[in-house]
Each structure stands twice: as C-alpha cells, then as structure tokens.
Nanobody, 127 residues
Framework: EVQLVESGGGYVHAGGSLRLSCALHGFTFESWGVGWFRQAPGKEREGVVCFSSPDTTTYYVDSVKGRFTVSSDSANNLVYLQLDSLEPKQTAVYFC????????????????????WGKGTPVPVSP
C-alpha cells in the first residue's frame, strides 16, 4: 500500500525557513513525479512545485521561485521542500502527492494528475 507522509511543518515567523519532507512509503516505482501543493485558509488548493525522478525535472510556480527549493533522496523515497523567506501570505497546509511515471511539465503541476496524496502539514507564518 502506498502512503505519503509529510512532516516538518510548524509555526514560523515571517522571514523564517522550514524544510518539509515527504516520505513515500510502499513506493517501488523506478520513475515518478511528486507535486507539492498548498491550500491557504478559504482558498482553493494550488500546485507550487513539481519534481520528477530519475530525470530530476523541476517546476516552480512563479510566486515561489527563488524562495522554495525541491530536492530528493531517491534511494530512501524522500522528497524535500525547503521554504525560505516565508511570508504570512504563504500560510497554508502543504501537501505532497505522487504519480508513477509522471514527468513534470513546464506549465504547472495539477491536482488531477496525481494518484496518491498525503494528509498535509500546516505551515502558519506569523507577521
């Protein structure tokens, strides 16, 4: 059974940093794509980052370029999202999701492209 578990969220002040982790349990595919999504209070979920393995293709939505960095430890089925220079408007629950054999595309990362989802980790950013 495939399970995704996010961790690393928590309260942070504006300007601070966090590193989120996404553990892909029970995942045995050699090729996969992982998307990071977020849902702010009262807003729809949006895709912010995509990472695919083993080609290491990445995608960042414009609003997070230069602030968020995705990386992976493929041997251990871990994907990380480094969040730097956080702002209160980035307060959200952050989710990771995956789909076997998915390659990131240049025009976005889309919820309906994903097969498996984690339950999310909250990132409240205070002023």
């Amino acid at each position: 059974e495939v399970q995704l578990v996010e961790s690393g969220g928590g309260y942070v002040h504006a300007g601070g940093s966090l590193r989120l982790s996404c553990a892909l349990h029970g995942f045995t595919f050699e090729s996969w794509g992982v998307g990071w999504f977020r849902q702010a209070p009262g807003k729809e979920r949006e895709g912010v980052v995509c990472f695919s393995s083993p080609d290491t293709t990445t995608y960042y939505v414009d609003s997070v370029k230069g602030r968020f960095t995705v990386s992976s430890d493929s041997a251990n089925n871990l994907v990380y999202l480094q969040l730097d220079s956080l702002e209160p408007k980035q307060t959200a629950v952050y989710f990771c999701a995956t789909r076997p054999f998915y390659l990131c595309v240049a025009d976005g990362v889309f919820s309906d492209a994903m097969s498996y989802w984690g339950k999310g980790t909250p990132v409240p950013v205070s002023p």
